[in-house]
């Protein structure tokens, strides 16, 4: 079963983007405009990216090959 972590790799930030990408299979920034976008269209962004930054724990090595 696939499971959702923070990206070590394609991080800008806390890797939340880079993880949904990976997690999702689309290229990470196609989830970085799509999250700028709700941020501007519905202003609650930044607090999601930042309960995600929390919540959604750090990518180890054996997680990466799972």
């Known amino acids: 079963m696939k499971k959702l972590y923070k ?21 990470v920034t196609i989830v970085r405009l799509i ?7 519905f202003g609650s962004g930044i607090l999601l990216y930042i309960l995600a930054a929390i919540i959604i724990p750090k990518a180890t090595p054996e997680s990466e090959w799972e």
Do not use: D, H, P
Request: proline fraction near 0%; glycine fraction near 14%; charged fraction near 10%.
């Open 7 to 27: 990206s070590s790799s394609q991080k800008m930030i806390a890797g939340v983007c880079g993880g949904l990408a990976e997690y999702i299979g689309i290229e």
């Open 35 to 41: 999250w700028v976008a709700a941020t501007l269209f």
